[in-house]
């Protein structure tokens, strides 16, 4: 197995982090979306808009092996994750986990941490959340021909 580093996002990765996370998207979610919610999430992932956010002090992290990006989690006003992926290949192997709990490590120790975690999980997604604590809050929605379910996690400061 490789050794995998968690990192802070590196101004420069926008490209390789669309890639990856487009290239999971397209194989495991995009079947589920509408034409105008793969168009609407693809927007959303764009490389100058992922450089956008992160200047706007979003929080993301990076999962490498080696100098290959293999995972990211961007996380929204310090209690929301807007982005988690995992390449194919690196699935299974605990660094959606890691990249969460790395998530949580850095707000707790910038005074930012929440007292709950949500997420607007894909459907193909749920279990990984329920894995990680999360539990579903409403029915699934539908928003911009995104299916999503509601869920949130409490945090133990």
Known sequence: MDTIKIEKYQKGQETEIYQLIKRVYDEF??????????????????????AQRQA????????????????????????????????KEY?????????????????????????KFYVHASPCSIPIYKKL?????ESLQENHGIKYMPMEKKIKK
């Open 133 to 137: 604590g999360f539990i579903e809050t």
């Open 91 to 115: 699935q299974g192997q605990g660094i959606a986990k890691r990249l969460f709990h790395e998530s949580l490590k850095f707000l707790i120790q910038n005074d930012s941490a929440p007292g």
């Open 29 to 50: 979610v995009s079947y589920e979306y509408t034409m105008e919610g793969n168009q609407f999430f693809y927007d959303w992932i764009q490389p100058d808009k992922i």
């Open 56 to 87: 706007e002090n979003r929080n993301m992290l990076t999962a490498t092996s080696g100098i290959k990006i293999v995972g990211v989690i961007e996380i929204r006003d310090n209690n929301r994750i807007s982005l988690l992926f995992v390449d």
